[in-house]
């Protein structure tokens, strides 16, 4: 074998056993849920009602006028003695959003709801500046937080608070659901990605005696727990996860309930979907640039170490499903003029081990939740193609969050949709054509270049694999074209959703080929 050949199939199958690790970490998290998804968790003491302690209920929003009211009506409705009930609209608005809000409130304030309008003249910390300064004027021994796509339904803050009577209990985390689930193609992906992480992964992680992350919103948190664990901080662009860590590291346990589930707005469109899964891996590879050590050398179990580790670095799996993209073609010629091509096929127990774990666990996970394992069947390869063709975006995240210093937040536009209306995205809050958009069509057209010559040589254990890959990077790059082109003209720089800091935060799912 010549010394290029040999370099590009070391090389190939490198990169596939990379994938399998996570491919077999993320087996081993579905096994840990099946273990332990008939138990149920409850509180062990409950608070009496006239000892209920008092809540405070954040609310953060950045240029969120099609949503504001909404969620704010949202938790004036909240089900809790209103003398021990104070709301918190943390407003950085730098647009109709701050009339909306401001008025809002004032009506509610008129009929008795304590409820209190924050604005900063400094943004200093996005979102986590906004959580922060909050907290300073807080009346709440205990914080609930709801992003601005959010629809608290009323009981949410007695589902989660009696939890806090225990006093090791920091946080308590709820389940998102999906207003808009079946909106379309792209929003019936998104909620089977996040129903894996939230269906799977939490109640792995949490039952089986590991760490897992307080996602930014439908969360409580116990004010003394953030403060023990050092605040909220600004130097990753996933806080939530950041503060979670440090918090657990404390000694504190988090409480995770899959039975409570709190509905949430997914992204309509492909660009703030982008957008949105850009913040999520650039902020979890943050996180482990700046905890890893730490936990490393923290005296906790070996176990949680390992979680982790796979936890905080999933995101780092697109790099290697980039270069496994390139390597697709000059493996197929290679492996076509090899004498002796039985080293490659070390790549099929690899590539199940990758594939196989990606299709029992969601199909698990989606079947658990709504009842039909063969509807997930169905929507399985949409999935697995838009998750290949977030590479290109998640990659360049992940190499930012390992290298860069960057902090600035990007927000996900919403629209107010459900699945009866698919809700309006303004126009100034859409992102413009970027260089990776391109890039996406680039490996679009190499794929697909690489599909037909699989066909054209009878190649078909590689098929399948490899019309994912062009589908995925096609539709994704397509799309993205397609809604920059739809952009008005007259729209400038300063109004894209690329420069405009997000409410957002992560629950750094676990990447789809991980």
């Not at 021994?141 to 608290?152: S, T």
């Not at 009323?154 to 090791?168: I, S």
């Not at 990007?410 to 260089?435: F, I, L, N, Q």
């Amino acid at each position: 074998m010549q010394t290029v050949q040999l370099v590009v199939v070391v090389l190939y199958l490198i990169t596939l056993g990379v994938l399998a690790l996570y491919g077999i970490h993320r087996s081993a998290l579905l096994w840990a849920y099946l273990r332990h998804r008939r138990e149920r968790t409850a509180p062990s003491v409950r608070f009496p009602e006239t000892e209920l302690p008092r809540v405070t209920v954040q609310l953060p929003m950045f240029n969120e006028m099609l949503v504001a009211e909404r969620l704010i009506d949202a938790a004036a409705r909240i089900d809790y003695p209103r003398e021990r009930l104070e709301i918190q609209v943390l407003d950085d608005s730098t647009d109709a959003t701050a009339h909306v809000a401001k008025a809002r409130c004032e009506a509610l304030r008129r009929d008795g709801v304590d409820i209190h309008y924050v604005r900063r003249s400094d943004r200093r910390g996005y979102k986590a500046g906004a959580l922060e300064e909050g907290l300073r004027h807080a009346k709440g021994e205990f914080v609930l937080v709801f992003d601005a796509d959010f629809v608290p339904h009323p009981g949410a803050a007695r589902d989660l608070v009696h939890f806090f009577a225990d006093p090791t209990v920091g946080m308590v985390q709820a389940r998102w659901g999906h207003l808009n689930r079946e909106h379309s193609l792209l929003t019936r992906c998104q909620a089977m990605l996040l129903d894996g992480h939230f269906v799977i992964e939490h109640t792995a992680r949490n039952r089986s005696g590991k760490f897992f992350n307080f996602n930014g919103t439908a969360g409580m948190w116990r004010r003394s727990t953030i403060d023990d664990a050092g605040g909220w901080e600004h130097d990753t662009i996933t806080e939530d996860m950041d503060l979670s860590y440090r918090a657990q590291l404390a000694g504190w346990r988090f409480v995770y309930l899959p039975s409570i589930c709190v509905p949430a707005e997914l992204p309509c469109d492909m660009t703030s979907f982008k957008s949105q899964q850009y913040r999520w891996a650039k902020g979890s590879v943050q996180t482990a640039r700046k905890l890893l050590g730490r936990i490393v050398r923290a005296s906790i179990a070996p176990k949680v170490k390992r979680e982790a580790f796979f936890h905080l670095t999933n995101n780092l799996a697109y790099v290697f499903l980039l270069v496994l993209a390139a390597l697709q073609l000059p493996n197929m010629l290679i492996r076509r003029h090899m004498e002796n091509p039985t080293l490659l096929l070390l790549d099929v127990p690899l590539f199940w081990a990758t594939c196989g774990s990606v299709g029992a666990f969601y199909v698990v996970a989606h079947g658990d939740l709504y009842g039909s394992r063969w509807q997930a069947i169905k929507r399985l390869p949409a999935m697995m193609a838009l998750g290949i063709g977030l590479a290109v975006n998640n990659a360049r995240a992940a190499v930012e969050g390992l290298f860069g210093r960057d902090v600035e937040f990007v927000r996900t536009p919403k629209s107010g949709a459900t699945d009866a209306s698919g809700g309006t995205v303004e126009p100034r809050y859409r992102a413009r054509w970027s260089w990776h958009n391109a890039l996406e069509l680039g490996f679009g057209v190499y794929c697909s270049g690489t599909l037909l010559l699989a066909v054209a040589t009878q190649s078909w254990a590689s098929v399948p694999f490899v019309a994912l890959f062009a589908a995925g990077f096609s539709y994704v790059g397509l799309t993205s074209l397609l809604e920059a082109l739809r952009r008005p003209s007259n729209q400038g720089p300063e109004n894209m959703a690329t420069q405009a800091p997000s409410t957002h935060s992560s629950p750094s799912p676990q990447s789809m080929l991980s």
